[in-house]
């Protein structure tokens, strides 16, 4: 069975850091990527980065570009979102899911995590 389990959430001030951590089991992140994903109240679930599993390549949304950064460490089969300088609008339920490359950076994802509820205080 494929499970992927966020943690690392929390209630963090503007201006405040938080990593998030996906651990994977029942899948060897080989050749999937793994993306992280958010969706805020009343609003649609957004890709904000994918990074392969093959050759470490990343994929970031424009509005994260700069303070967010995902690493993987393919031993651990773990995947982490360093997430720096958060603002308000960085609240939302976070999600990482495994999926081909082309899937994730599109929104897609084949098997995902229950999520983690980051918050951001002004």
């Known amino acids: 069975e494929v499970q992927l389990v966020e943690s690392g959430g929390g209630l963090v001030q503007a201006g405040g850091s938080l990593r998030l951590s996906c651990a994977a089991s029942?899948?060897?992140?080989?050749?999937?990527?793994i993306g992280w994903f958010r969706q805020a109240p009343g609003k649609e679930r957004e890709v904000i980065s994918c990074?392969?599993?093959?050759?470490?390549?990343?994929y970031y949304v424009d509005s994260v570009k700069g303070r967010f950064t995902t690493s993987s460490d393919n031993a651990k089969n773990t995947v982490y979102l360093q997430m720096n300088s958060l603002k308000p609008e960085d609240t939302a339920v976070y999600f990482c899911?495994?999926?081909?490359?082309?899937?994730?950076?599109?929104?897609?994802?084949?098997?995902w995590g229950q999520g983690t509820q980051v918050t951001v205080s002004s």
């Open positions: 899911a495994a999926a081909r490359w082309r899937i994730c950076v599109r929104g897609g994802g084949a098997y």
């Open positions: 029942g899948l060897t992140f080989d050749p999937y990527a």
């Open positions: 990074i392969s599993s093959s050759d470490g390549s990343t």
